[in-house]
């Protein structure tokens, strides 16, 4: 759920960008294009992440020598019966999946109704293989490289209009939208981007047609009434039909303009994604609301005053007589409470390894339940003697930090 809330961010993002430069300007190619990568973009950023670049954990308490390797505990979520086993993760996914699959069957159904529909009618053949299908009760319109009419004439400047549609492929970005729609339904950014570019497409079709431009308007207010589509063609009446017409009678802008929106938006996108890049890639692991949960006690004992002699640099650390990783995981023991309530995230654990090697003051620097660092602090106390660490030629008490991550998979 956090990668299509993510993924809606960042489709927000680019399509502000577009509005702020793009929107109602004559460069339709690169708003065709821009539209496009607006919608696929966002779905690939969140897998994206910059090598050489590492996650830090904000602790200013935490020296660099004293920060032991994370250790990842992983368990099965508790076993219930009922209603109680259903979590509400598992009720998203399989709204989500529903979804998916109802898109997908509907679209189907979409796509070979058409393909049905033209299977029987006769066509009059045009070049590059196009089908003009008439008098067939829909249209006027195109999908893929059929155009149709509902009657039994065909106005010449509507058919170099869907002519264009053809030419440019326009029936392939909607397929490929659609699709991108079924999959990630959650996104409402998709409609919006689908939405403004048929608009584009409509502008796309009307610049290479709309010869006699007063004609050309004068048929597309007359088709206005009485027009019958199929929902996944180009219809030569398309809304907004104001904005059409705007375009239409606008002022050719100078290439100069053009080139300045087209540079302008290009570079904002870029510095944005690159942004967006680089956080993921500091953040590898971002903070969940467990993960920054306000530090809780813990009813293992704290340290002494006596600890505050205890140091984070020596010129020789102490040394653990075992794997701590491997020691850890084999005998840290998931809290059936934490399953029970689906609790997980990590646990900072400090302690001190005193002049003799033991463990002492074990304090829970932050963790987001009270079983977990009860059963983190058990563990860790549970563990053999140290090689105790040496300074000026001394053995001296030595902090230590250690982060455990509990996951439920």
Not at 212 to 231: C, D, H, P, V, W
Not at 296 to 308: G, L, R, V
Request: glycine content about 6%; overall charge positive.
């Amino acid at each position: 759920m956090q990668y299509l809330f993510l993924s809606a961010i960042y489709a927000g993002i680019l399509y502000a960008v577009y509005k702020l430069f793009l929107r109602d300007r004559a460069s339709h190619s690169w708003n065709r294009f821009y539209l496009l990568l607006s919608a696929t973009l966002p779905f690939l950023l969140p897998f994206i992440y910059l090598p050489g670049i590492n996650y830090s954990i904000p602790y200013n308490i935490i020296g660099a020598k004293s920060l032991l390797p994370e250790v990842l505990i992983f368990s099965k979520k508790a076993a219930e019966t009922g209603i109680g086993a259903y979590t509400l993760n598992e009720l998203l996914t399989t709204i989500y999946l529903s979804g998916v699959t109802i898109l997908i069957l509907y679209f189907s159904v979409q796509y070979f109704s058409f393909r049905r529909f033209v299977a029987g009618k006769p066509y009059e053949l045009l070049p590059d293989s196009v089908k003009v299908i008439t008098d067939c009760g829909y249209g006027p319109g195109s999908f893929g490289r059929y155009i149709f009419f509902p009657g039994k004439t065909t106005d010449p400047a509507i058919l170099q209009h869907e002519l264009a549609h053809v030419r440019h492929g326009h029936t392939r970005d909607i397929i490929y939208l659609k699709l991108l729609q079924c999959l990630f339904w959650p996104n409402p950014v998709l409609y919006v981007i689908i939405k403004e570019l048929q608009v584009v497409h409509e502008f796309e079709a009307d610049s290479t047609s709309a010869a006699n431009k007063e004609a050309y308007i004068q048929s597309m207010l007359n088709t206005l009434l009485g027009n019958r589509s199929f929902s996944i063609s180009h219809t030569f009446f398309h809304h907004p039909i104001k904005r059409r017409i705007v375009m239409l009678q606008k002022t050719p802008q100078s290439r100069n303009t053009l080139r300045t929106a087209t540079i302008r938006s290009g570079i904002t996108a870029t510095v944005l994604i690159a942004g967006i890049v680089y956080l993921q890639s500091c953040n590898r692991q971002p903070a969940t609301e467990k993960d920054i949960a306000k530090p809780i006690q813990t009813t293992m004992a704290a340290p002494e005053n006596q600890d505050t002699q205890a140091l984070n640099h020596v010129d020789h650390m102490p040394e653990s007589s075992v794997d701590i990783s491997e020691f850890l995981g084999k005998n840290i023991i998931y809290p059936q409470e934490a399953k029970k309530k689906g609790i997980e995230g990590k646990v900072l654990v400090k302690f001190i390894v005193d002049e003799n090697g033991d463990l002492k003051s074990p304090a829970i620097v932050r963790s987001p339940d009270q079983s977990l660092s009860d059963e983190a602090i058990r563990v860790i106390m549970s563990m053999p003697k140290w090689k105790p660490g040496t300074h000026e030629g001394k053995n001296v008490r030595v902090y230590f930090t250690i982060p455990i991550s509990f996951k439920l998979s």
